[in-house]
């Protein structure tokens, strides 16, 4: 039996962290332990608390300690409007943008069969339900634009058309700020193309 | 009151691990709410197991859940050698060579006066008391070939001199299995001087 079982626990637990191999992990641990134990016991308090208490909302799927989250329980939003993102922080850039005002469902998640994540997984089905409720009249689709993001936006597309559900998809184009001699070519062949 | 208070103390308390900022953090939060709660419970536990019990070994001062650590207590060592190591993973990394059989002296991180890291933080003082029990006869700083590890090998050294200790560093020269080409100009210069 090692003297150092607990720390090496800590490294073997830090790698479940995304991103994080394991001399990362021994160098989070060595720092929590040498320089901020205070931090590890903040840490480990909000790990169970955040784990106990966040769940899904039940109209949006996003993250909540309640039963319904606090934008979908917004009454001031235009309930004719439906946007559909990836996850919780698309939504906060939305929401940060000022620009939007309707609603949303946040995928929490998107296609990927190669990790085996599939319609069911993102909650597709639900998604038609909520669009198909009589008063949402338009979705967004706010996926991102990766070839992950395009595949759900098309698949989720195609669901919503049979369904006879109206829906848009975020503009591609030439990004504020940037010259044309350094866009990615795609992107300029999508801005001339959707040119108003 | 936000209904996401929980997951926004989450985020925060990650942002304490070196390295990670706010994206990451979200990212790592958003992993392990939606993909890994059980990883979540189980670095919350890792966190305070270690937290709590990891303390250090009274002789070579590393991380250790006894009063004495394995190594230190391992009476096969030659207790002639004293090998001073920065943190615990240059120890592993120099037991992994199997060429040393001494015992070690861990400071616990290196000189940094920009960060207010003075010689009693690194514990100089009960190096020096370590290395003058009348067993240890040679020093061997193996602190790394950085400019804050060689300022604490320096002033270390100079301690051990004053105190008539002798104390070796480890050899600066060319890395085995690289071309001259491509190795750095003082590494080289190092090499010529130290040439045997």
Redo the contacts between chains.
């Keep these: 039996m090692?003297?150092?079982?607990?720390?090496d626990?800590?490294v073997?637990?830090?790698r479940?962290?995304?991103?994080v191999g394991v001399k990362?992990a021994?160098?989070?641990?060595?720092?929590?332990?040498?320089n901020?134990?205070e931090?590890?016991?903040?840490?480990?308090?909000?790990?169970?608390?955040?784990?106990s208490?966040?769940q899904h909302c039940e109209r949006c799927h996003t993250?909540?300690?309640?039963r319904i989250?606090?934008t979908c329980l917004d009454e001031g939003r235009d309930a004719a409007r439906l946007c559909v993102v990836e996850?919780?922080?698309d939504q906060a850039a939305l929401e940060r943008t000022g620009a939007y005002k309707g609603y949303y469902y946040v995928l929490?998640?998107r296609l990927s069969p190669l990790d085996g994540i599939g319609p069911r997984d993102i909650g597709v089905q639900q998604l038609l339900q909520r669009a198909t409720d009589g008063v949402v009249q338009e979705v967004i689709l706010a996926t991102n634009f990766t070839a992950e993001g395009e595949a759900t936006a098309h698949v989720i597309g195609e669901a919503l058309q049979r369904k006879g559900i109206g829906f848009t998809r975020l503009a591609r184009g030439v990004p504020i700020g940037s010259e044309l001699e350094y866009v990615d070519l795609g992107t300029i062949a999508h801005a001339l193309a959707d040119r108003r």
Aim: negative net charge.
């Design positions: 090692s003297d150092t079982g607990t720390l626990a800590l073997q637990a830090l479940r962290l995304p991103g990362s021994s160098r989070m641990a060595f720092h929590l332990l040498q901020d134990r931090g590890a016991e903040l840490l480990s308090r909000a790990l169970h608390e955040a784990s208490r966040v993250f909540t300690e309640n989250c606090d996850t919780p922080a929490m998640g």
